[in-house]
């Protein structure tokens, strides 16, 4: 089985590449998607339209939350307006770490 690898330790933070479905039913992580360059993204839904931010930041709560880190350490570097994204997490400690390997070993539902 092929480790997902959609993010990339640097310095004291790390690129994180995101895949966004918006105007979903519901914010969740669906798993780990493959680009026909072989590049790993994290699949996340958010139930915002993708206008004027709302579905941006929502992903920015949503990881927020789910990483337990504050909002303003969550940036967009690239893809702000695009379904596929790169953010920039202001944090890596072993907590964050963990999470995105329990994330990448996720299975699609």
Known sequence: ???????????QGIFLRVRLTPNS???L???????ALG?????????SVPEKGKAN????TFLAKNLKIPKNKIQIVSGETDRYKKLWLDDNSQM???LL?????KEEK
């Open 57 to 60: 930041q929502e992903l920015i």
């Open 96 to 98: 964050v770490l963990n």
């Open 39 to 47: 590049q790993d993204f994290l699949k996340i839904n958010v139930v």
């Open 29 to 35: 992580i669906k798993g780990v998607f493959t680009d």
């Open 101 to 105: 390997q329990k994330w990448a070993e």
């Open 25 to 27: 039913s519901a914010c």
């Open 1 to 11: 089985m092929k480790i997902a690898v959609f993010y990339e330790i640097s310095g």
